[in-house]
C-alpha cells in the first residue's frame, strides 16, 4: 500500500514541557488511521503539526510528498481539517458556511450535496446554533470535506456525544474512507479506536507505546483471553488453582464478580473445567479489548471524562 | 444601533423643531387692535407653544406643577389708549424656570418697548446688531450630530473588531479558516472593507435623520466627511485588533474595549466641546483618538473649514492608525502559532 505521510523522530516542546516526544509513524493511502489516547497525549499536537498549524521543534513530516512547514498551500488544497469542539459562523445558515469555506478553495463540492451527504439538507437554512450536538459534529465533519480532500483529519470527532449519535458518526467516517479518502481521527473512546480504525498509534505522555492494526495490537496482549463470572459461593480452594491459570481479580472490589485473563488456550480450558465446579450463576468467556491491552501498556484505564 | 437612536432622541429634544421652550398658556381679554397684534407675534414667535384654550385657574395649576412655562393674561381694554384702561401686561412664571423666563420675559418687553416707540411716535436711536461668531445657523443638535458620527464609527470599530476577533478565536473559527488556503490578509483584509462599508451605511443613516428628521445644518463637502470618517472607522478598527490580539478572551475584550470607548466618548467630545474641560485635562484629551477625528469632521460639516489647513489633527490620527497596526500586527494571530 501506497504511504500517504510519514512522521519521523517528530519533536514538539513547549518549554520545558515536550508534548511530542520524538514519534515515527506512516499513514496508508485509503486507511482509518486513529491516533488513540488520554486527553494531554499528544495527539491534538501531532496532528495540527501534521496540518501545518503548528511548527514541529524538531523531527520530519512529509504528507501527499509535501512538507507542511515549506509547502503547505499545497497540502492545504487536498486536506481537510476538523478541529476538536470547533464552532461556525454564528450568523450564517449551514449552507452558506459551505459555500463560504468552499470559496476558499480553487475547487469545491456544491453545499447541497454535502449536506446531503450528512442527512442535513433539511437543515440548509438553520444555523449551528440550532443543531443538535450529534447534528452539529456531523455539520462539523463534512465542513471538512468541502474541497473533497484525500486526507481528512478528525481530532476526537465523538467527544461528548451519545452512544446513538456516536454510531451514526462512525458510519460517517466509514463512509468518507470508502469514497478512498484517508481518514486521521484522534480519540480517547476504546471501543471507536476498535471498531473503527484499521490501524492505531496508542500514544502515552507524548510518546507511541504501541502501534498496529488493530486486530494484532489486540492479539498482541499478554493475556488475550478473558472470562467474566459471577459467583455467589466463593470455594477457596478451585480459586488458588485458578490463580495458577491466570490473573484474577474482583471487579471494582464487588465480593461475587470477577475477571481472569489468561495467556494462552490450554490454559483457559483448565480454567473453563474448574469453573463448572465452581457452579458460577453467569459467564462469558471473550478476546481481551483495545482497552484490556491499554491498561497493560500504560497500566492505568484510560480518563473517560470530556475534553475540558 | 445605539448612535441612530441617540440621534432620534438627541433630535427630538435640542433640534429646535419642537417649541423648545415649553407652553405658554396665552389669556387675552382685550379686544383691541394691539392686542391682537401682541396675540399674532406671540403666536409667530414660535419660541413658545401657545395655549389659548386652557383657563386661567387650570394653568395656575399647571405651572405650579411645571408642566407649562408661564401665563400672559391680557387684562380687558389693554391697547385701549383711553386713560383708565389697563397699561400692564400680567405675566406668571414658575421660578424655577430660569431659561424659559428669560425667553418670555425678554419677548414681553421687546413687544412692550417697540410698542412705547410706536405710541410716542419715537424711532429708536440705539440697538443691538446680533452676530454670530459663526456667519451659518447652528444649534446644539448640529455639534452632537457629528459626535454622533463619531461615536457610531468608534463603537461599531472598536467593540465590533474587537469582540468579533476575540469571538472568532474562541470558537476556532480563525484557526478554521487557517487550515484553508485562504491567506490571513485576505481574511482581514475583507473583514475590514466589509466593516467599512457598514460604516458609510452609518453615516449616511445619521446624517439622513438628522438633516431630513429633524433640520440639522451641514454646510461642509459631505464627501470630505465621508472620507474622514472612514479615516476614523480605520483607526478605530486597529484599535478593536489591538484589543482583540492582548485580550485572552472575549469577555475580556469586552471588557477592555468598554473601557476605551465609553470614557473617550465622553472627553473626547461627541456631546461638549472639550474645551470646557480643565485646560490640563484638556490638553491630555485633545490627544485622543476621537478628539482630532471629530475637530476635523466637525470642521468639515459645520464651517466649510479644509482639514488640511491645520494638519496636526490628520498627523494625530495618522500617528494613530501607525501604532496601533504595529501593534496588532505584531500581537494578532490567526493561529496559536
Known sequence: ?308 | MFPIMFTVIFGFFFSGESSGSGTVVLKNYSQTEVSKLFQKSLNESKVFKIDEKTSALEARDLLKKGKISGIVEIPQKFGDLAPGSPKKIKVTLDPANLQSNAMLLGFLNQFITSLNFKVNNVQPVFGVQQEKTNSSDLNYFDFVLVGLIGMALMNSSIQGVSIAMSRYRENKILKRITTTPLKPATFIIAEVLSRLLINIVQISIILLIGVYGFHAHIYGNVFLIYVFGILGAILFQSIGFTIAAVSKTTSAAEGMATAVAIPMMFLAGVFFPIDQLPSWLESIVKFLPLAPLLRMIRGIALESASPFLDPINIVIVLAWIVVMLIISSYKFRLSDE
Request: hydrophobic letters at 40%; glycine letters at 8%; one cysteine or more.
Open chain 1, 1 to 308: 500500500m501506497e504511504s500517504i505521510i510519514q512522521v519521523n523522530n517528530l519533536v514538539k516542546k513547549y518549554g520545558r514541557l515536550t508534548a511530542v516526544d520524538s514519534i515515527s509513524f506512516n499513514v496508508q493511502r485509503g486507511e482509518i488511521f486513529g491516533l488513540l489516547g488520554e486527553n494531554g497525549a499528544g495527539k491534538s499536537t501531532t496532528l495540527e503539526m501534521i496540518e501545518g498549524l503548528r511548527r514541529p521543534t524538531s523531527g520530519s513530516i512529509s504528507i501527499l510528498g509535501h512538507n507542511p512547514t515549506s509547502e503547505l498551500n499545497m497540502i492545504k488544497e487536498k486536506i481537510g481539517v476538523q478541529l476538536q469542539s470547533s464552532a461556525y459562523y454564528e450568523h450564517l445558515t449551514l449552507a452558506e458556511i459551505l459555500d463560504l469555506f468552499g470559496g476558499f478553495y480553487p475547487k469545491h463540492l456544491k453545499s447541497g450535496e454535502l449536506l446531503a451527504m450528512v442527512k442535513l439538507e433539511a437543515k440548509a437554512k438553520s444555523f449551528v446554533g440550532k443543531l443538535s450536538g450529534g447534528q452539529k459534529q456531523r455539520f462539523s465533519i463534512v465542513a471538512s470535506l468541502v474541497n473533497d480532500p484525500e486526507v481528512v483529519f478528525l481530532d476526537e470527532p465523538t467527544t461528548g456525544l451519545d452512544p446513538i449519535a456516536r454510531r451514526n458518526l462512525w458510519g460517517l467516517i466509514t463512509t468518507i474512507r470508502n469514497q478512498g479518502k484517508t481518514v486521521i481521527l484522534t480519540t480517547h473512546y476504546m471501543e471507536e479506536a476498535e471498531i473503527l480504525c484499521d490501524r492505531i498509534a496508542i500514544m502515552e505522555k507524548g510518546k507511541i507505546v504501541a502501534m498496529d492494526q488493530t486486530h494484532r495490537l489486540i492479539a498482541s496482549s499478554k493475556h488475550p483471553f478473558k472470562i467474566n463470572f459471577l459467583v455467589g459461593k466463593i470455594n477457596k480452594e478451585i480459586f488458588q488453582n485458578l490463580a495458577e491459570l491466570g490473573k484474577i481479580k474482583s471487579i471494582l472490589g464487588k465480593s461475587d464478580h470477577f475477571e481472569m485473563r489468561l495467556s494462552n488456550q490450554d490454559n483457559l480450558n483448565k480454567s473453563l473445567k474448574l469453573l463448572q465446579d465452581l457452579n458460577p450463576d453467569s459467564f462469558t468467556v471473550s478476546r481481551a479489548s483495545l482497552e484490556d491491552l491499554f491498561i497493560e501498556l500504560t497500566g492505568k484505564s484510560i480518563t473517560q471524562e470530556e475534553n475540558a
